[in-house]
T-cell receptor, first 113, second 116 residues
Framework: GAVVSQHPSRVICKSGTSVKIECRSL??????MFWYRQFPKQSLMLMAT?????????EQGVEKDKFLINHASLTLSTLTVTSAHPEDSSFYIC?????????FGPGTRLTVT | AQSVAQPEDQVNVAEGNPLTVKCTYS??????LFWYVQYPNRGLQFLLK??????LVKGSYGFEAEFNKSQTSFHLKKPSALVSDSALYFC??????????????FGGGTRLMVKP
């Protein structure tokens, strides 16, 4: 099946700093990528939909200035958490879509101290 | 609006016994239905999907699911559970008649615990 990678898998940063998470589709081109956030023992919450070459579409309640998404190519989307705070600590998962199916990255565990 | 309900937070089953993880959905049009499995600190792995055709769908690792339109359900099943099946399972739906966003909506997840 299609493979989606995320980097880093785990990051710890200090409050007030910014963190960039990369999501790559390794063996296919994805016109649409999604970013999700997952709290412990909870389901995935869609944060935004990212289309290559255009601005991301953010879900209601997600601050676009805080969670910057860039989809510069058909194989790479990035999520930058700006001025991170402890409440931003979470598990972030990206996903890339091919036709009917979505393939998910392994996730990035962000801890803000 | 589309939604998915997984009524059980946790399902416990003994190894070797059949398992069922329940899922019901709501869409305005026709559904695309999916099951994913998540292991601790990992992303989601695709198990199976229903798009059209045969109501009984077979997927990875011996799992299958049955699409029931009248009951708007898509329960996940396996004839004989393994301890290694213990994980978090998510049902998801996309409305094939809704082109806006084409996004998946996930259920709350069901933790499957298989005991030896």
């Amino acid at each position: 099946g299609a493979v989606v990678s995320q980097h880093p898998s785990r990051v710890i940063c200090k409050s007030g700093t910014s963190v960039k998470i990369e999501c790559r589709s390794l063996d296919f081109q994805a016109t649409t990528m999604f970013w999700y956030r997952q709290f412990p023992k909870q389901s995935l919450m869609l944060m935004a939909t990212s289309n290559e070459g255009s601005k991301a579409t953010y879900e209601q309640g997600v601050e676009k200035d805080k969670f910057l998404i860039n989809h510069a190519s058909l194989t790479l989307s990035t999520l930058t958490v700006t001025s991170a705070h402890p409440e931003d600590s979470s598990f972030y998962i990206c996903s890339a879509r091919i036709v009917y199916e979505q393939y998910f990255g392994p996730g990035t565990r962000l801890t803000v101290t | 609006a589309q939604s998915v309900a997984q009524p059980e937070d946790q399902v416990n089953v003994a190894e070797g016994n059949p398992l069922t993880v329940k899922c019901t959905y709501s869409v305005s049009g026709n559904p695309y239905l999916f099951w994913y499995v998540q292991y601790p600190n990992r992303g989601l792995q695709f198990l199976l999907k229903y798009i059209t055709g045969d109501n009984l769908v077979k997927g990875s690792y011996g799992f299958e699911a049955e699409f029931n339109k009248s009951q708007t359900s898509f329960h996940l099943k396996k004839p004989s559970a393994l301890v290694s099946d213990s994980a978090l399972y998510f049902c998801a739906v996309r409305d094939m008649n809704n082109n806006a966003g084409n996004m998946l909506t996930f259920g709350g997840g069901t933790r499957l615990m298989v005991k030896p």
